[in-house]
Nanobody, 121 residues
Framework: QVHLVESGGGLVQPGGSLRLSCAASGTIFSILAMGWYRQAPGKERELVASIVKAGDTKYAESVKGRFTISIANAKNTVYLRMNSLKPEDTAVYYC???????????????GGQGTQVTVSS
């Protein structure tokens, strides 16, 4: 099995910063991509940022220039640095991973339990 452990959420004032971390553990042969979704109350889930093994990144328009996603391949960990936070960034943030557990297995997707980010004065 594969487990994802997220950390780094919390309460921050507008304009502040947070860094989320998500570590994948278990039987992992190769990680193909990792990323973050978020969901605010009453809103649809939104893909915030993603990164593939080669390092290419994608961001939602709403966070471009403020958020940075990075990956530590040796640690199977993805980070989301969030700067210039706004109240509308308030949501539960979920990490995900696309990986192969064995060389002869297909690609599987796993998601984390979520971490709350609240931006408020």
């Amino acid at each position: 099995q594969v487990h994802l452990v997220e950390s780094g959420g919390g309460l921050v004032q507008p304009g502040g910063s947070l860094r989320l971390s998500c570590a994948a553990s278990g039987t992992i042969f190769s990680i193909l991509a990792m990323g973050w979704y978020r969901q605010a109350p009453g809103k649809e889930r939104e893909l915030v940022a993603s990164i593939v093994k080669a390092g290419d990144t994608k961001y939602a328009e709403s966070v471009k220039g403020r958020f940075t996603i990075s990956i530590a391949n040796a640690k199977n960990t993805v980070y989301l640095r969030m700067n210039s936070l706004k109240p509308e960034d308030t949501a539960v943030y979920y990490c995900y991973v696309d990986l192969q557990r064995r060389p002869d297995y297909g690609v599987e997707n796993y998601g984390g339990q979520g971490t709350q980010v609240t931006v408020s004065s």
